[in-house]
C-alpha cells in the first residue's frame, strides 16, 4: 500500500507499507493491502505501519484516513515520530507542549488586537457625536 501522512503544509511521509494500525472513535483497526476501501476519522494517539525496515511508530493530533485501492492517505494537524514506542509519549508531550504554547501566544496576540480594534471604534464612535 502507499502510504502518504499529510500535515497542513507539507507531506510529513510517503512510504511502502504492508500494514497500517490506527486508532478511531471506535477503537483500533488494522489495514491489510487487500483490505476494501474505507474511511476513519481518528482519534489523537498512535499511529502505526510496517514497511520493509520494521515497524515504525507515530503520533498524530487526530485527523482522517482515507483507503482506496492501494491509497492510504492520512491528514492530520501533526504527526511526531518516535525512536521507539516507549519513548513516543516524551517525545509527543514536548513537542505538542510547544505547540500549545505557540498557540497561547497566537490566541494573545489576537485578543489585544481585538481588544485595540474596539476601543478605536468607541473612540470614533465618543468623536462622532
Do not use: W, Y
Request: proline share 3%; hydrophobic share 45%; net charge negative.
Amino acid at each position: 500500500m502507499n502510504l502518504k501522512i499529510l500535515l497542513p503544509a507539507e507531506i510529513f511521509l510517503s512510504e511502502e507499507v504492508t500494514k497500517v494500525v490506527a486508532e478511531a472513535e471506535n477503537g483500533f483497526f488494522c489495514l491489510l493491502p487487500q483490505h476494501v476501501d474505507f474511511t476513519a476519522a481518528l482519534v489523537p494517539g498512535v499511529f502505526s505501519f510496517t514497511a520493509r525496515d520494521g515497524e515504525t511508530h507515530l503520533a498524530i493530533d487526530g485527523g482522517t484516513l482515507v483507503k482506496r485501492g492501494s491509497e492510504v492517505l492520512v491528514s492530520t494537524r501533526n504527526a511526531v515520530k518516535g525512536p521507539e514506542l516507549g519513548d513516543i509519549q516524551d517525545v509527543v508531550i514536548k513537542q505538542f507542549e510547544e505547540i500549545d504554547e505557540r498557540e497561547k501566544k497566537a490566541r494573545s496576540a489576537a485578543a489585544k488586537l481585538e481588544v485595540d480594534l474596539l476601543r478605536r471604534f468607541m473612540e470614533l464612535k465618543e468623536h462622532g457625536r
